[in-house]
């Protein structure tokens, strides 16, 4: 594919339907009530410098660290959400309380540009101490971003400007120079941030450091260990025991296993796919390459979901991937969602567009309850019923992913290039966009991801010659198109878009349908979990049954024959409007022996109804037995 | 039936057989390099008061304490395992070992009698302030128990006098008086030992004491509770947030889940049945049996290994069973066949010894490794290659159980009576025992459990009419016994004892012919890890599969097809002589797509040889991948 570009979602219009409403959600009711929670819980209150700063609410946790240490990460995630809803729908109470924080950093600001609240308010003389667990780059890239999406959702620059101030003292300390650290965060963030803050800027030693904190991320001898020494602790008493769990266990360019920290992968991944775009880094593609190979023939969910250990927050053996104990932290598949993107637009191949939109309607939207102020931090595929959404978490690094992502999500849709335009994603939306150097508008029909039935309206004032391309997803096994009512045959699909070349102008319109059989999925045999057991699909929707669909029968009991119809059932009674998937199916009756754990006899089966809901859509019913993976009778 | 007494394994001679090997093992390998790591792990030297008590050399766990409390535990465990030893063979090197060990307690004794080296070497002054996580009570149970154990093997009372004292003081400080401690301990132990001095010395405080702490258990104001707020301690901040954990969470009698950490629960009920039984009390004898079909008919292992998770070393939910997280703790299934064993006395029930000799052979006998100096804590029941068996551990609980547990295995075989003789287990052995006031001998041939066919003979000086009970173990479908050469039509079988009620002298021989097929186990269908797999059973042993034995196929990939036909073949070659289990089976062939985790294709299968072993015998050629729930094909 030529290379294109996303196109921004501030010039895409979410149209009455499926993420209309979650846009909407999170808009009116997600980031007030985030706000809110970021004061009750006194994460507010800690960037009034010079106030004292406030108690630790938080114990430490087993490496002895307050998660305090994240807090700046959380108002720079939360600016960065309401900065996106703003540019939905400007709101003076948000601004207020954007420019209310922009002003406390301000005063908290140190005279060198320094800007940790945390260490500002406890421990100034230990700033820049201890990167591996204390986060302070990780904080800055997050209120990098934040500052960076209020300054486009508003043009103010105030926020900008402090926390340039601050990348430019980080610029000082970190470098490659005699005088400076050779360090780099123990959380990656800043890496994608600084990228941004180049294409906002178009200052290169934004980019150059966020190269910087990339190539010399793992080398030798290791700055974990350097600073650990100069704090007088011992390298090998580290309570972590590797450096996996950062991925700084060796140089990046040499890894081609996805290990450690879910998120903190995700993030450096999505850092190095655009420092490959940017600086045409056919290396540091080619690590890309690997490791989304390795991640999503062996180590990801069925959801998209990523992670599988809570012990780590991440990564364990490959195939790996028991469903009631998966991690599978929100934050990750949203993680891996900016890393496909990257990855999408750097190769042009719609197989990364396919693991993204697997990630967006499952992995990620789980975290996220329909009311819009409940969320998961862990997104398993079973559950005993013991699993349930929370209003508020000690980190609540999840809360504020998701609600950015929700609130972008139509950057997500459509890119554009010189003489192409690309639809990503499906649902009904209006593009303003540049091809060829005019703009014109995409307008776009679906009651996705619901049907596969999409019309593509091009609204071009005079003739204009470019390839629309359309993503025929990886689930889609049939499809067709239509030009102005007219069939095309077997028109090219080239990396999974087909590609219609021609003269546009205002009035065609382009009919696309994609077959949404459901469809059984089966996991590769080394997945333990998952064995004698399939999973249901339907479109881009990963489907689970629920205990409170089924009132006979007890969910672990179910089992699906082989031979079982599936068939759709739209309910516009449930969840707000789903198309659900029922069988006839079976049920485990009780052991002959009464009662018995084990026998020498296979227990019979019942029949029984099956029905399976969005996996996106569970304990929206309060805590319930869930599982995706259904037993095969 | 009418109630047996069991036949200490003092009057049980173990002849060369598979426990001959197993014993010979731990008395000349295991208990040494046991002492051994006593000595070098710090643990002798703490008892040698008052020297200054030995540096912290382990750090607190989560709760803030060290695992240095639990240390007087396995020394009395030690003097118990070698004091079993010395009872097969007395040693002048071990007893003077003891009797120093002895001379160090008599030595540390405060003047009234009270004896943790742990306080006493730190905070003489905190005694009793904190049965909740200090284990006071538990180090002198198991102390108790090693003392009583020595003065039986030896003769020699000084260490059993030492206790007494120390038991004594302990009546006088708990106990229902208004002066006294309303206490008990956080952990369970010292209940069971108190039974077994009852027994050894006839005085009844010490079964009133054991009575005493049973019954006072999870009454309310609860104890911990009350000792918290005398230590000036929240008791809402408990670290463990629950007393189900040390089954103080209500009164024992009310009990009717098997919940929270489940050694502490197997010895519990342990004292339960021993108290039931001398008291002949119906209602705990109840409680007893309501609790026994809980975790028999919910929460139990196939190999009888229990409690499957690693965060309360213990209970969760009914069914949550998983295999590659079992931790299934050895001491867990050593524990159970304590309570077993009670159980079994006091109800004469055969079921009872089904699950003893399923956890003999399987869950508890897994714990120890071929070379005797090797263990497991937690015995998973599929691995991905990471589990290891190690010699040593910061706990060391499981060495020394296991090791008390072999050194006396002989006394779960036999029991005797007024007019009975029972033979719980088979194997070679010879048991001196007193039946209707008279001394006979049993002698038992037999290659168990590789083989179901048992001789056993009487020898009676004079003709004697007694009914020699033989166990027809519940996996046993087939049996059949002779007497003197004449087969016995459908002779009476009562609670799973074949009765042979006659009577018996010198030269009467029986032939017990239990049929040995290979059996596949379903397990119940709630039991999510095993939903379509079986795990396969001959005679007492469950098998697993093991990597080191297919060295074309990934045992992960293996399948079993409903019809394979299950073969038996014998390996002398093989982990010192076995019976393996040999299938034609199956092998999960690569996905279609290739590569690709999820498909909507089911994978194909290729023909491959299945070899099963022993679970007990799995992890003696290193780590390795095990199953032993076996997907069907």
Not at 117 to 133: A, F, K, M, T, V
Not at 396 to 417: D, I, K
Not at 591 to 611: D, F, I, K, N, Q
């Given at each position: ?9 501030t ?12 846009l909407?959600?999170?808009?009116t009711r ?5 706000y809110?929670?970021?004061?009750s ?5 800690s960037l009034?410098?010079?106030k ?13 660290l ?8 959380d108002?720079?995630?939360w ?16 601004e207020?309380q954007i ?8 005063r908290?600001?140190l005279?060198d ?14 700033r820049?101490s201890?990167?591996?667990d ?5 904080c800055?890239?997050h209120?990098l971003?934040?500052?960076i ?5 508003t043009?103010r620059?105030?926020?900008l400007?402090i926390?340039c ?6 610029a000082?300390?970190f470098?490659?120079?005699p005088q ?6 123990g959380?990656q963030?800043?890496?994608l941030?600084?990228?941004?803050l ?5 200052v290169?030693?934004?980019l150059d450091?966020?190269?910087?904190f990339?190539d ?9 260990d350097v600073?650990a020494r100069e ?11 590797n ?12 890894q081609?296993k ?11 991944y999505s850092a190095m796919a655009d420092l490959a775009a940017?600086?045409d ?11 989304w190979?390795d ?6 969910y069925v959801t998209?979901?990523?992670g599988?250990?809570?012990?780590n927050?991440?990564?364990?053996q490959?195939?790996?991937?028991p469903?009631?104990?998966a ?5 990750a598949?949203?993680a891996?969602i900016?890393?496909?993107q990257r990855m999408?637009?750097l ?11 697997t990630a967006?309607?499952?992995g990620a939207?789980?975290g996220?309850?329909r ?9 398993p ?21 998701v609600?950015r ?5 139509g ?9 192409a335009?690309?639809?990503?994603l499906y649902?009904?939306?209006t593009?303003?966009l540049?091809v060829?150097?005019?703009r ?6 679906a009651?996705?991801?619901?049907s596969g ?11 204009l010659r ?17 030009i102005?009512?007219?069939a095309?045959?077997?028109?090219p ?16 319109v382009?009919?696309?349908e994609l077959?949404?059989?459901v469809?059984?999925?089966h996991a590769?045999?080394?997945v333990q ?7 249901l ?5 990963i489907?689970?049954i629920e205990?409170a669909d089924?009132?006979e ?6 089992r699906l ?10 309910r516009k ?12 199916a079976?049920?485990?009756?009780p052991?002959?022996a009464a009662?018995a754990?084990?026998t020498?006899?296979?227990c ?5 109804r099956?029905?399976?809901i969005p996996?996106?859509l569970?304990?929206n019913r ?9 037993p095969?009778a």
């Amino acid at each position: 594919m030529r290379r294109l570009s996303p196109v921004p979602f501030t010039a895409v219009s979410l149209e009455d339907d499926f993420w209309r409403e979650r846009l909407d959600t999170v808009l009116t009711r997600t980031i007030p009530s985030q706000y809110e929670k970021l004061r009750s819980s006194g994460i507010l209150e800690s960037l009034t410098i010079p106030k004292p700063p406030p108690p630790l609410r938080i114990p430490p946790g087993a490496h002895g660290l307050s998660m305090q240490v994240f807090w700046d990460s959380d108002v720079g995630k939360w600016i960065e959400a309401a900065s996106y809803a703003l540019a939905h729908r400007r709101d003076a109470a948000i601004e207020a309380q954007i420019d209310e924080i922009t002003e406390w950093l301000a005063r908290a600001q140190l005279p060198d540009g320094y800007l940790n609240c945390w260490y500002i308010g406890r421990h100034p003389e230990q700033r820049w101490s201890n990167l591996r667990d204390c986060h302070e780059l990780y904080c800055a890239g997050h209120l990098l971003e934040g500052a960076i999406a209020y300054h486009q959702a508003t043009g103010r620059r105030r926020l900008l400007d402090i926390l340039c101030r601050y990348v430019d003292h980080i610029a000082e300390v970190f470098g490659p120079g005699p005088q400076q650290k050779h360090g780099y965060c123990g959380h990656q963030e800043i890496e994608l941030a600084l990228v941004k803050l180049y294409h906002a800027t178009g200052v290169r030693k934004y980019l150059d450091l966020a190269a910087y904190f990339i190539d010399e991320r793992g080398r030798q001898p290791h700055y974990f260990d350097v600073e650990a020494r100069e704090r007088g602790d011992d390298p090998g008493s580290y309570w972590f025991k590797n450096y996996e769990y950062s991925q700084s266990h060796k140089p990046v360019r040499e890894q081609d296993k996805v290990v450690g920290h879910a998120v903190r992968a995700m993030y450096m991944y999505s850092a190095m796919a655009d420092l490959a775009a940017v600086l045409d880094d056919a290396a540091l593609k080619k690590a890309c390459e690997v490791l989304w190979r390795d991640v999503t023939s062996k180590r990801m969910y069925v959801t998209a979901g990523i992670g599988p250990s809570a012990s780590n927050e991440g990564f364990t053996q490959d195939y790996d991937l028991p469903n009631e104990t998966a991690y599978a932290e929100t934050c990750a598949s949203v993680a891996l969602i900016f890393w496909a993107q990257r990855m999408l637009h750097l190769e042009g191949d719609g197989r990364y567009a396919d693991v993204l939109e697997t990630a967006l309607y499952n992995g990620a939207l789980s975290g996220l309850s329909r009311d819009g102020t409940h969320y998961f931090y862990q997104n398993p595929l079973a559950s005993d019923g013991s699993h349930t959404r929370w209003q508020w978490h000690p980190c609540p690094c999840c809360t504020m992913n998701v609600s950015r992502l929700v609130a972008s999500v139509g950057g997500y849709f459509y890119a554009s290039g010189d003489d192409a335009v690309a639809v990503h994603l499906y649902g009904a939306s209006t593009a303003s966009l540049t091809v060829a150097g005019r703009r014109i508008r995409i307008v776009q029909h679906a009651d996705y991801p619901w049907s596969g039935k999409i019309r593509i309206a091009v609204e071009s004032e005079r003739p204009l010659r470019f390839a629309l391309k359309l993503r025929i997803p990886g689930w889609a096994r049939e499809s067709s198109v239509a030009i102005n009512g007219t069939a095309q045959k077997s028109p090219p699909v080239v990396n999974g878009y087909v590609e219609l070349d021609r003269s546009w102008q205002t009035g065609d319109v382009v009919d696309l349908e994609l077959t949404m059989p459901v469809e059984r999925i089966h996991a590769h045999p080394l997945v333990q979990a998952d064995v004698g057991r399939v999973s249901l699909r339907r479109g881009p929707l990963i489907y689970c049954i629920e205990q409170a669909d089924h009132a006979e029968t007890a969910v672990g009991l179910l089992r699906l024959p082989g031979r079982a119809e599936l068939r759709i059932e739209e309910r516009k009674d449930l969840l707000g409007g789903i198309v659900t998937i029922v069988a006839d199916a079976e049920a485990a009756a009780p052991h002959p022996a009464a009662g018995a754990l084990y026998t020498t006899e296979a227990c019979a089966t019942l029949p029984a109804r099956l029905m399976g809901i969005p996996y996106f859509l569970w304990n929206n019913r309060g805590p319930n037995r869930m599982q995706v993976w259904l037993p095969v009778a």
